[in-house]
């Protein structure tokens, strides 16, 4: 009796009015409190093995959020590395493009420096074939210009002036200046 007196007293109870908690059956009037307690101790159990496998999904979800932020910071510091590795890269090619420019210049001497340009080999090697072209046009040009000027290879032959076009005179005048 001590024992039902002890599980009245630890149900609870419900102001008048109020509605039962949900998932909590009234309990026909006259029944005993025995089954009531029996209900509520299942619902409280159904309700502990609800938390529990919260609790479960919380620790799981937890660790997986660490795992997450882990890969993070291990995927920014892989990107801070290949971005330095990067700089240097670009920085090794860009010597090597400024390198290769120069003994294109070198190798090309009857081109003009100015008409070599570019920031990658592929740019350099282009503008060298352009500025061949235009080096070559240019001397057909010159070529044409000095073929159409030709003047004779050394001294005329020395012949005895031609006196026809002179007067009498002018003949006796030239014939005695010459013998002085």
């Keep these: 009796m001590a ?18 908690p949900p998932g909590v059956a009234e309990l026909p009037p006259g029944a005993m409190p025995e089954a009531r307690l029996a209900e509520l101790e299942s619902l409280v159990t ?7 496998e919260a609790n479960t999904r919380f620790v799981e979800l937890e660790q997986a959020v660490a795992s997450k932020e882990n890969e993070i910071v291990s995927l920014k510091q892989s990107q801070a590395e290949l971005e330095e590795r990067l700089t240097t890269i670009s920085h090794s090619l860009a010597e090597a493009v400024a390198r290769y420019k120069a003994t294109v210049v070198q190798a090309n001497p009857e081109v003009i420096e100015e008409l070599i340009s570019g920031d990658t080999i592929e ?4 503008s060298l074939d352009k500025a061949k072209a235009l080096v070559s046009k240019v001397r057909q040009g010159v070529e044409t210009q000095i073929s159409l ?3 004779p290879a050394g001294a005329p032959e020395r012949t005895a002036p031609d006196l026809s076009a002179l007067s009498p005179r002018e003949k006796i005048q030239y014939a005695i200046e010459g013998k002085k």
Aim: glycine letters at 6%.
């Design 123 to 126: 740019s350099i090697n282009e």
């Design 3 to 20: 024992n039902e007196i002890n599980q009245d007293e630890n149900s609870p109870e419900l102001p008048p009015g109020e509605p039962n």
């Design 149 to 151: 000027a030709k003047v």
């Design 46 to 52: 159904e309700k502990d093995g609800a938390l529990a």
